[in-house]
């Protein structure tokens, strides 16, 4: 519904694309999968924390949120047509 409404709105005629080879390109290319987090608490050891161990390893965190990476992708806009390889 919500493909159909862009559509709807901006007036864009999508071509079909009838190449198998490219279709399987594009079958090809989805990506989905399953993020798992096993360990439930990390300690990390720094001369910065006030409860720095000195004689255990030096362990730092890095927190990365990677859900914001297909927001970049929507700031361009999609190919409608004249689809070639």
């Known amino acids: 519904m919500t493909l159909q ?5 901006t007036d864009v005629e999508l071509d079909f694309i009838t190449d198998p080879d490219m279709y399987l390109m594009f079958e090809s290319g989805y990506r989905g999968g399953l993020s798992y ?5 990390a ?3 720094y001369p910065a924390l006030p409860d ?3 004689d255990e390893p030096t362990l730092y965190h890095a927190y ?4 914001s990476l297909y927001a970049m992708c929507q700031m ?6 004249n689809y070639v390889f």
Request: hydrophobic letters at 30%.
């Open 5 to 9: 409404m862009a559509l709807k709105i």
């Open 37 to 41: 987090v096993c360990q439930r608490h």
């Open 43 to 45: 300690r990390a050891n």
């Open 52 to 54: 720095y161990r000195p």
């Open 64 to 67: 990365r949120d990677c859900n």
């Open 76 to 81: 361009y806009s999609l190919p409608a047509g």
